[in-house]
């Protein structure tokens, strides 16, 4: 399920760029166009990327284009060469812009100012490096709400460094799905902030601030490996939540298994998937109170343990350092610091809704994984129960009906809320992630409805 963003209403604009006569003149010199980057990374983009053929690309900051035309051969992809300079073209690809135009085009702009239409992918290499604070901002931005999803290189510097890179995209809640360095070059692909800062605003957590802050200060003290941004992997993942369609699916999941699939469950789900004789490859805990702990028990010596940094620090306890790996839900600004200083300021923020699927699909997103089978993921009662299992602290939450169509469901406040916030997070993820929801819950019906309206 994928839904395009809109366009923000008030952007930064600029009615001159002061280096347009730079880069003309840069051009005018044809020894500068051997020097082009762009054309040498395009494999390297559709790798990672994997662009949907039909969809369209910006090629910001394009030169000599060479990388653009590679990218419209290659990728199957409708090109827009973006450039500041009028002569930054190579004859050859400036004669493709006029005899290949439903494949490749060249807009000369200004990337100072916004564009007006907004394409599936951006693609930037060495644009961003010499520009200054203020023109970095404005222009990376420019940028982001051009585009669903920007991979951008950067050669890092004494001042930018890889670390002041990360912290950068960080600190303007930019979701990172790869963040690579090799030499002293600097690889990054990423979503809109626009659309991610919407997001960070229902992310919420379900315990004090003053326990929070503990939690996060005891825990990353430890000498515990932290989760970092992985290529995609073609590997297909089981995910478990607890809503109470998941015993329906025993033997799918079983089935699922022995194919060799990846098994990751999710509170509550670790220890159904046990008590059924599966186990899991990973058990993902976000929560930050002390009764979760019943969600490492018994640990599973064939399991590694992602558990976030806010989690109650008795849950690290027991668990070999080997199978543990910490991660980075929600981090107060004040503590940001804190964090920089113990992990060099290279660590990587999940942002995502408030449940723990819905922050497990992100934070798997990250580790390089995008094809999802989800069960247990209802979102509403089904028979009365709230799970498919016991789990008391639920048993007395209030209730509200939620219309779909011709259907209502009845859930618990956070059930609705995360229906909501599917929707939010699908806005974000669209195609970088493919998920198949079993069952016929509330998110079920959701997706289904969504795809009888294409």
């Known amino acids: 399920m994928g839904v395009r963003a809109n366009r923000p209403s008030v952007m930064i604009k600029r009615s001159e760029n002061p280096l347009k006569a730079y880069h003309e003149a840069y051009w005018e010199n044809n020894s500068n166009r051997e020097k082009c980057r762009g054309e040498n990374l395009v494999l390297a983009f559709i790798k990672e990327v994997k662009p949907v053929a039909e969809n369209s690309i910006y090629d910001f900051g394009c030169g000599t284009g060479r990388g653009g035309l590679s990218l419209a051969l290659l990728s199957g992809c409708k090109v827009t060469l973006v450039d500041v300079a009028s002569n930054c073209l190579d004859s050859d690809v400036a004669l493709a812009c006029k005899t290949q135009k439903d494949r490749i085009t060249f807009l000369q702009h200004d990337l100072f100012n916004p564009l007006e239409k907004r394409y599936k992918y951006g693609y930037a290499i060495n644009l961003f490096d010499k520009l200054n604070a203020g023109d970095l901002n404005n222009v990376i931005k420019n940028c982001l709400n051009a585009v669903e ?17 990360i912290s950068y995209l960080r600190r303007c809640d930019i979701i990172t799905y790869l963040a690579t360095l090799e030499g002293t070059e600097a690889t990054f692909f990423t979503s809109t902030w626009l659309d991610a800062d919407e997001l960070l605003k229902i992310g919420r957590v379900n315990i004090e601030d003053e326990a929070l802050f503990s939690n996060i200060r005891t825990n990353i003290k430890r000498d515990i490996e932290q989760c970092r941004p992985h290529n995609k992997q073609e590997k297909e993942v089981i995910l478990l939540g607890g809503g109470p369609s998941l015993g329906e ?13 990846a098994l990751v469950t999710t509170n509550g789900s670790y220890n159904w998937a046990l008590d059924n004789g599966l186990v899991p490859s990973a058990q993902v805990i976000v929560d930050g109170r002390e009764f979760n702990k019943k969600f490492t028990t018994p640990i599973s010596s064939n399991c590694k343990y992602l558990l976030a940094s806010q989690c109650h620090p008795s849950l690290f306890e027991d668990i070999p350092k080997d199978q543990v790996y910490m991660w980075h839900a929600t981090i107060p600004e004040v503590l940001h610091e804190e964090l920089k200083e113990r992990f060099t300021d290279v660590w990587y923020g999940v942002i995502g809704g408030s449940t723990i699927v819905l922050r497990s699909i992100m934070l798997l997103r990250m580790l390089g994984y995008y094809k999802f089978h989800i069960y247990g993921f209802d979102s509403c009662l089904l028979d009365g129960k709230h799970h498919s299992y016991e789990q008391q602290e639920n048993d007395q939450e209030n209730l509200v009906s939620v219309s779909l169509g011709d259907k209502t469901f ?36 959701m997706l289904l409805a969504a795809n009888q309206e294409k």
């Not at 999803?149 to 890179?165: A, G, H, M």
């Open 249 to 261: 699916f025993t033997e799918d999941i079983k089935s699922k298994r022995e194919s060799g699939m």
């Open 410 to 445: 009845t859930c618990t406040t956070w059930m609705a809320s995360q229906a909501q916030e599917f929707i939010a997070q699908s806005q974000i993820m669209g195609d970088e992630v493919n998920l198949a929801v079993y069952g016929n819950g509330l998110i079920a019906n």
């Open 149 to 165: 999803r920007l991979y951008f290189v950067v050669n890092i510097t004494e001042e930018r460094t890889f670390e002041w890179w």
